[in-house]
């Protein structure tokens, strides 16, 4: 018997997966139709469409230009956000790291601002940038900016004084205590904030979408995916929220995979731990 | 006449005549040097050899009176190893000024010949402690060393008092604000601060209002900012005078408050039992996961279709952005454990309960509280994004309908008094963690006295 179970092609775990996702999507279906087969209908579930109203509503967007411009747009503003945050949150982190002046005069006005949430910004945003397109990208860019700098900083503080002792005694000017201690040192902890920074920018960038989108010249789904959810919750497609929903869901995951790639490609000495 | 020379090449004396030479107990009254000296001794050590290892009992503070040796705090978990090199004058084996008789948490060894005296840890702190008030200050102009002591006096009594022991009164508490305030106001920082938040606030001042740049005249003006928020009467009605700006703020706390205690009564008790068992975790952990990637604010058109109230929507919302962060981190805790310590209760007999209550709850504690923090963080994150997209009352809600209705300065008042808002709630969840852990952070502080 334990023979045969081990010789099944599906390991246990991912068997046990699949069944509670069946289990589930099963209940969601009887839980969203209990009205129509049961005669009663079960609070809250009732109202959200079954699996197959989804299937179906995400079949006839597929094929839908608008859909993926959608896509286009978010993701756009995401890598937009994400990299300009990259390009200036990593220089100013080691810069609070190394310089102590600059960390006095920067660092308590950068802690003031820090814990006002990203989406806080979005009306005043709106009202600086000429167009929704920038200001969109640029609370995306918050979300991003504050937790690399955090995290810069703190890995490039980390770093064992002895290091930057060592370096100095065996005579590295100051560019190569830089290039050769403290970069490599700091990729560690650059990374990490990076795969976090991800996951905040596609929280963000959806809510921003939905506070100020409006559909673009390509129609109703024209101004992004959070705008897709959003219109389709005011037209009364109940489905295409779902579907828009498992959009975003996918796009984040694939985005953050992907850093998550770049991250263990740019460190490859914490692999062999 | 030439004393009697010892093994280690230095002339006999006596452990009075050292102390009468030794800061800082050399401004000690004699007749306290003379009760010291009773209980102490002077040893001489050879070259490599060992004074005193990791685990040997602590109960004396030790002092180089010639020699060198190098003393070092091996290395813990992410704390790395401390190694210092110790000459004449200096002291170590401070671990005799923690509370219970502890043991040893640094090694120091001999690096040339040298002479060590050991002070009774028991004496020596009553003597400084008699030394007090004045001598302190002497003692704090004396260089690093005798700081280093003093140091270590301090961060053994903030340990005593993290494990709840009775700590003798050293100094008042005004005396210890008004030092605190001294150090503050003879550091740089605190001026630099201040060049930093002249700079933020005259660019805003210059960009907005003087110069009136392109984009960013549009921007609300400092000036407005402020005369709004302390104005008696404000002109778009929200100001510290009136009572409708603390009845958003009490709104929206009760709202993260809620929606807080939801997710912590709920995630911490999955998370647990997500940790704890394998066949649990292997049904539900792919839904959970599933779900994750979704962020929050997609959930805001279902969740008005599903809940009865916009009221409820915002919680809900409020609720799941916490509980995913807080159920997650539980999960880690409880995998964190080292298998070790359960495999070690099971073997000295403790039942399924026993093991839960005394190994899993406290191990996964310290991650539980991080997932409790960054709960926090993302509950606010996602309450002003419920509020500005539906709702009434609340700060979020302030800011959109400021927006809407063109009244600028009241936005950046939002924004302000949120990131206040939502930095004090932080802070608790902080202070909260870190007086249940009192004992990791004794610990911690073993670590930094030595």
New interface residues.
């Given amino acids: 018997m334990t023979i045969a179970k081990s010789r099944t092609l599906i390991p246990q775990k991912t068997r046990r997966a699949i069944t509670a996702i069946v289990v589930s999507v099963i209940l969601w279906e009887i839980g969203s139709r209990s009205l129509s087969w049961l005669g009663v209908a079960i609070p809250g579930i009732s109202a959200v469409p079954p699996p197959s109203a989804v299937a179906n509503a995400f079949l006839g967007v597929v094929v839908e230009k608008s859909y993926w411009y959608s896509w286009y747009l978010s993701t756009l503003r995401v890598l937009g956000g994400f990299l300009v945050a990259m390009l200036l949150g990593i220089p100013l982190g080691i810069m609070l790291a190394i310089n102590r002046t600059f960390n006095g005069i920067v660092f308590p006005v950068f802690e003031v601002l820090r814990p006002i949430p990203p989406l806080a910004w979005v009306p005043l945003a709106i009202i600086f940038w000429p167009t929704q397109g920038l200001s969109i990208g640029f609370v995306t860019f918050l979300g991003a900016f504050f937790t690399i700098v955090i995290n810069v900083l703190d890995g490039a503080r980390s770093i064992d004084g002895r290091f930057y002792s060592a370096a100095q005694s065996m005579g590295a000017s100051r560019w190569q205590v830089f290039r050769r201690v403290i970069l490599p040192a700091t990729i560690p902890s650059i990374t990490v904030g990076a795969v976090v920074g991800m996951g905040i920018t596609w929280e963000v960038v959806v809510a921003a979408e939905m506070i100020s989108g409006s559909g673009s010249s390509m129609g109703r789904a024209g101004g992004g995916l959070g705008f897709f959810i959003w219109s389709s919750y005011l037209g009364g497609s109940y489905e295409q929220i779902i579907v828009g929903m498992i959009s975003i869901g996918v796009a984040g995951y694939l985005c953050s995979s992907a850093v998550r790639m770049l991250s263990e490609a740019s460190t490859p000495w914490l692999k062999r731990r | 006449m030439s004393g009697v020379v010892s093994p280690g090449g230095f002339r006999e004396a006596a452990p009075a005549a050292v102390l009468a030479e030794l800061a800082p107990f050399n401004s000690l009254s004699p007749e306290v040097r003379r009760k010291l000296a009773e209980r102490a001794r002077l040893d001489d050590f050879l070259p490599g050899q060992s004074i005193l290892d990791v685990g040997q009992s602590a109960h004396t503070l030790c002092a180089v009176v010639e020699g060198a040796i190098d003393a070092e705090v091996p290395s813990k978990g992410p704390i790395?190893a401390i190694v210092v090199i110790l000459g004449p004058g200096d002291f170590f084996g401070f671990e005799c000024f923690l509370p219970h008789p502890s043991q040893r948490t640094s090694r120091a060894r001999a690096m040339t010949n040298a002479r060590i005296l050991s002070l009774d840890g028991g004496d020596a702190n009553a003597a400084l402690m008699l030394a007090a008030p004045q001598t302190r200050a002497a003692l704090a102009k004396e260089g690093t060393v005798s700081r280093r002591l003093l140091d270590a006096l301090d961060n053994a009594q903030s340990a005593m008092s993290a494990s709840g022991a009775s700590v003798p009164k050293r100094r008042t508490a005004t005396q210890n604000s008004m030092n605190k305030l001294g150090n503050a106001l003879t550091s740089?920082?605190l001026y630099?601060?201040l060049?930093?938040?002249a700079?933020?606030f005259s660019l805003w001042q210059l960009s907005v209002d003087t110069m009136r740049l392109p984009?960013?005249k549009?921007?609300p003006t400092l000036v407005s900012v402020v005369k709004e928020w302390f104005s008696t009467n404000p002109d778009y009605g929200l100001s510290i005078f009136v009572g409708e700006y603390y009845r958003h703020i009490l709104i929206s706390l009760e709202r993260v408050g809620l929606a807080f205690f939801l997710a912590t009564g709920l995630g911490v008790p999955l998370g647990l039992s997500l940790g704890w068992s394998k066949?649990f975790r292997?049904?539900?952990?792919?839904?959970f996961e599933?779900?994750r990637?979704?962020?929050?604010?997609?959930?805001?058109?279902?969740a008005?279709?599903?809940?009865?109230s916009d009221e409820s929507a915002v919680i809900f919302l409020t609720f799941i952005a916490a509980f995913f962060a807080t159920t997650l981190n539980t999960m880690l805790g409880v995998q964190s454990i080292d298998t070790s310590y359960i495999r070690a209760a099971y073997c000295l007999g403790a039942t399924h309960a026993q093991v839960f209550r005394h190994v899993i709850v406290p191990g996964a504690l310290p991650f539980i509280f991080t997932g409790l923090q960054i709960a926090v963080g993302i509950a606010?994150?996602?309450l002003?994004?419920a509020e500005?997209?539906s709702g009434q009352f609340g700060?979020?809600y302030v800011?959109?309908t400021?927006?809407t209705k063109i009244q600028?300065p009241v936005?950046?008042i939002?924004?302000?008094t949120?990131?206040?808002v939502?930095?004090s709630s932080?802070a608790l969840v902080r202070y909260v963690g870190r007086r249940l852990m009192a004992w990791r952070e004794r610990e911690l502080a073993l670590n930094r006295v030595c």
């Fill in positions: 790395p740089p920082r630099l601060a060049i930093g938040f700079i933020f984009r960013f549009e921007l066949r292997e049904y539900v952990f792919p839904l599933i779900l990637p979704v962020p929050i604010l997609a959930w805001v058109p279902l008005i279709i599903m809940l009865p606010w994150f996602s002003v994004a500005m997209v700060l979020g800011i959109n400021a927006y600028y936005i950046v939002g924004m302000v949120l990131g206040f939502g930095y932080s």
